[in-house]
Every structure is written in C-alpha cells, then in structure tokens.
C-alpha cells in the first residue's frame, strides 16, 4: 500500500543551527501534506501545511519543500531552540478526511 | 490542544474488561477521528466520522468500537476483543472544509494491567 516515511529516525542539532527533517511519499495522488511537532506525552501540534500546488511555504521560523517528481517533503527550522526538541511527523492525504503518517524524526537540540 | 480534550489523562484497567475514552471538542468541527500511537512508530487511524450518526473503520478498528450521538462528541471503546490495547489514545477533529487540516487533543494513555 501507499506509504509515508522519514528519512532517518533521529536528529541531533547544535542549538543556533537550522534542521532539516526530510519526509518521502509514495502516493501519487496526494495534494496536501502537513507537519506536526510532539512534545513527550502530548498530543500533535500542527506545524505547517502545503498543497500539491506550491513548492514552498513559509511560516515563523519555518519552512516547507514540496518536490513532487521525487515526491519528497522537508521541514527546516531555523536558529534551533531547546523548545524545538521534539518529534516530528509528516502527514499526506489525498482527500482531505483521512491522513498517513509517517513514524516520525525525533530532534534532540544539543545546548 | 485548543478545543479538545480527553479524559482521563491516564487510565489503567484489568485485562477483559472494556473501557471507554472520552473526547469532547468545542470548535464545530464535523469530522472526528481516533488514532492509536505505540512507542516510536506513528499514529494509525481506528475510526472515523465526518457527520453525526456516521462512523467508518479506519486501518485497525478490530477490537475497538466508537459511536457519533452528538457533534462535539466521539467516544471510542476499548473492548475485551481488542489484543494489545495498551497504547496512547488520540482524537483529533477537523471541519468539512478544503485547506483544513486535524487538530489533536492532549490524548490517554490506556495501560491494561
């Protein structure tokens, strides 16, 4: 079946410095994809979002990559902070109602 | 969290019994949705509804039963059925409208002794 997944399971990050979280998708078909952070013992808090159409997205410190020939998906935060350490997941739908998740990137900022 | 909440927090309950969580959302949203997450892997979806009176199987819903009376409201049951039911518990809720996306509550962590 269709699949989402990250790159790499865990990310250690000197604070002050950008993060990249990478994210691969195999469905064809989906057009919206979204980035939660989750904090331990919390629920998801979404990041941000972007559509099939767009390339790029910019929120506060953060960025989202769309490249739908290799259908890949990026997060990169900015300047890093302690608060920042969390798990991130990437999510794709097709249909707007039920979402994939990834098994998520776990990012540890080292002070 | 904003707007949705689930009780309790933390709940343990005796092999074979069944156990009810609670999730309860004040934003008007139409659709509501159960996840289950175990430790490292991402959320898989167990039930969910897009209007009241209506619910569908997500990707594990064996062992588990929801019902959808009102709007604000998706309580998800845990029965006996279910065989590895020790897991944290996330409802999340979304509208019915194109760019939206789901929002979380703070989620149960559900241990069966």
């Known amino acids: 079946g269709e699949s989402v997944g990250l790159h790499l399971p865990t990310l250690s990050v000197q604070e002050g410095d950008n993060s990249i979280i990478n994210c691969a998708y195999s469905?064809?078909?989906?057009?919206?994809f979204i980035w939660y952070k989750q904090e331990s013992g919390k629920g998801p808090q979404f990041i941000i979002d972007i559509r099939s159409n767009m390339d790029k997205r910019q929120g506060q410190r953060v960025t989202v990559l769309l490249n739908k020939t290799v259908k890949h998906l990026s997060l990169q935060i900015a300047a890093t902070q302690p608060g920042d350490s969390a798990v991130y997941f990437c999510?794709?739908?097709?249909?707007?109602?039920?979402?994939?998740f990834g098994a998520g990137t776990t990012v540890t900022v080292r002070a | 969290d904003g707007g949705i909440t689930q009780s309790p927090k933390y709940l343990f309950r005796k092999e074979g019994q069944n156990v009810t969580l609670s999730c309860e959302q004040n934003?008007?949203?139409?659709?509501m949705y159960w996840y289950r997450q175990d430790p490292g892997q991402g959320l898989r979806l167990i039930y969910y509804?897009?209007?009241?009176?209506?619910?569908q199987k997500g990707d594990i819903a064996e062992g588990y039963s929801v019902s959808r009376e009102k709007k604000e409201s998706f309580p998800l049951t845990v029965t006996s059925a279910q065989k590895n039911p020790t897991a944290f518990y996330l409802c999340a809720s979304m509208r019915r409208a194109p760019g939206d996306t789901q929002y979380f509550g703070p989620g149960t962590r559900l241990t069966v002794l």
């Open positions: 934003l008007n949203h139409d659709a």
């Open positions: 999510a794709e739908t097709s249909n707007d109602y039920k979402l994939s």
């Open positions: 469905n064809s078909a989906s057009d919206y």
């Open positions: 509804s897009q209007i009241v009176n209506d619910f």
